[in-house]
């Protein structure tokens, strides 16, 4: 069984962007140890925009998670936050 978002952060937009309406979507990469902790983020896809893919960063670094399952027992694996900023 995949790992799964447990409680999503809501997303902050940067008042720039919102300012300036920039819109895009981020994919970040959520890297779990077997415990469900984030151990490393990564941009997946990119939104083009800095503060968009900061942005995202920080909500996926705040989410939290349930570990992946295999054999019915928790195992390191990764997750795939995807963010849309309209």
């Known amino acids: 069984m995949a790992a799964t978002a447990l409680n999503v952060a809501l997303?902050?937009?940067?008042?720039?962007?919102?300012?300036?309406?920039?819109?895009?979507?981020?994919?970040?990469?959520?890297?779990?140890?077997a415990t469900g902790a984030v151990v490393a983020l990564r941009i997946y896809r990119s939104s083009g925009n800095m503060l968009l893919d900061q942005a995202a960063l920080r909500a996926a670094r705040?989410?939290?998670?349930?570990?992946?399952?295999?054999?019915?027992?928790?195992?390191?694996?990764?997750?795939?936050?995807?963010?849309?900023?309209?």
């Open 11 to 33: 997303l902050d937009e940067p008042q720039a962007a919102r300012d300036e309406r920039i819109t895009g979507e981020t994919s970040v990469e959520v890297r779990l140890s």
């Open 62 to 86: 705040s989410s939290t998670y349930a570990p992946q399952l295999e054999n019915c027992r928790p195992v390191a694996g990764s997750y795939l936050f995807d963010a849309e900023f309209e």
